[in-house]
C-alpha cells in the first residue's frame, strides 16, 4: 500500500477536526478527497505529511511509519499544500535549485520537472511575474523535485481560470500515470476528470469510499414526477416492488427512489395510465457523485 490511514483522529483543543477515519490507497491510483469547507481534508493531508501530529491513530507512507521515520516520509511525498508557499522574488529556476538543495537532490532533475510541467516559456520569469496557473506549476514541479512515489495535492486548482484549470488537471492526470496521488477538492467536476476514486469526508468523518466506475452503474435511480392530482404513498409501494423510498417534493411532484438497474420511466407511465393521473412533468436524475456528495454532506 502507498498509504494507510488507519483510525487516524485530529483535535484542535475541544473541537474534533478529524475523527477515527481510516483509508488505505494501493499503488498507482488517484483519489478525490472531496468534502465541504472545513471537513478536515487539509488537516489529514497535514498529519500524511507529517507536518502535525495527529492525537490518535497511525499513518504510514510507502510503508514508513509518518510518526516513527518522519524523513522516510518526506522523501517519499510530493506535497502541493493549499496556500502554494511560492518566493516571489526568486526567479523559477533560482527557486527550484534552492528546493533541490534542500531534498538532496541532483541539479540536473530541475530541467526534467520544467519540461514535465511545461513550465519552459516562464523558466526566466521571478516567481511574483506569473500568472496563478504558473505559479501551480511551480509548486507541482517543487512537489515533483525529489521524484516522490506519492503526491499529496491540497486543493491544487483553486482560483484557477477555466484554461488553467484544464492544464493543470491534464498535468495531474498525465503525472499521475505513474504516480499515486491523492488530491484534495470541494469541486465535483475535478473528480469525475482526473479520479480513479473519491473518498468523501464530512464533519472529520469519512461518509463514502467508492471507486468512480462503481458510481456510473449505480443501481439506484430517481425519478422526480408530478402527476395532476395527489398520490398516496401506499399506491406508489404497491404498484412497484423496488421502489425504496417516495418523497413529496410539492404539491403533487414526487422524488422516487429505485433499487433497479431497469429504466423505470416506462413503468412510471404505465402506472399514470393505470391510476388514471396525468403526467405533467418527468425527470430522470441518476444517482451520480453530485447527488451523493450532497446527500451524505448536509
Ligand atoms: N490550527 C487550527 N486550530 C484550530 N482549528 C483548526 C485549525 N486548523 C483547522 N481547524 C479546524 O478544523 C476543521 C477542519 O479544517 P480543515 O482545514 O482540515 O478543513 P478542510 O476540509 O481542508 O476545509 P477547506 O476546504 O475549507 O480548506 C475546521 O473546522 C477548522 O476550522
Do not use: W
Request: hydrophobic share 40%; with cysteine; glycine share 6%.
Amino acid at each position: 500500500m502507498s498509504i494507510e490511514v488507519i483510525q487516524l483522529t485530529k483535535q484542535y483543543g475541544q473541537q474534533i477536526a478529524v475523527n477515527n477515519i481510516s483509508f488505505t490507497i494501493p499503488k498507482g491510483e488517484i483519489v478525490g478527497f472531496l468534502g465541504p469547507n472545513g471537513a478536515g481534508k487539509s488537516t489529514t493531508m497535514k498529519m500524511l505529511t507529517s507536518f502535525l501530529n495527529p492525537t490518535s491513530g497511525s499513518l504510514k507512507v510507502n510503508g514508513y511509519d509518518v510518526l516513527k521515520q518522519p524523513l522516510a516520509v518526506k522523501g517519499s511525498i510530493g506535497y502541493l499544500p493549499e496556500h502554494n508557499p511560492l518566493y516571489p522574488e526568486m526567479y523559477v529556476r533560482e527557486f527550484l535549485s534552492f528546493q533541490a538543495s534542500i531534498y538532496n537532490t541532483p541539479k540536473s532533475r530541475i530541467k526534467d520537472v520544467i519540461a514535465l510541467t511545461g513550465l519552459l516559456p516562464e523558466a526566466s520569469k521571478k516567481i511574483g511575474q506569473l500568472s496563478k496557473g504558473y505559479r501551480q506549476r511551480v509548486g507541482l514541479a517543487a512537489a515533483l523535485l525529489h521524484n516522490p512515489d506519492v503526491l499529496i495535492l491540497d486543493e491544487p486548482t483553486t482560483g484557477l481560470d477555466p484554461n488553467q484549470l484544464l492544464e493543470i488537471r491534464h498535468l495531474i492526470k498525465e503525472v499521475g500515470k505513474e504516480k499515486t496521488v491523492l488530491l484534495s477538492t470541494h469541486i465535483m467536476q475535478e473528480v469525475s476528470a482526473i479520479c480513479d476514486r473519491v473518498i468523501i469526508i464530512n464533519k472529520g468523518t469519512i461518509v463514502a469510499d467508492k471507486r468512480l466506475n462503481e458510481l456510473q452503474q449505480n443501481k439506484e435511480q430517481l425519478i422526480e414526477v408530478a402527476f395532476d392530482y395527489k398520490v398516496e404513498e401506499q399506491i406508489f409501494y404497491k404498484a412497484f416492488q423496488t421502489l425504496t423510498k417516495v418523497v413529496c417534493i410539492h404539491d403533487t411532484l414526487y422524488e422516487l427512489s429505485f433499487s433497479s438497474e431497469k429504466d423505470m420511466r416506462p413503468s412510471v407511465f404505465d402506472f399514470a395510465h393505470d391510476n388514471d393521473l396525468k403526467i405533467i412533468q418527468l425527470h430522470h436524475k441518476n444517482k451520480d457523485l453530485e447527488s451523493l456528495f450532497r446527500e451524505l454532506t448536509v
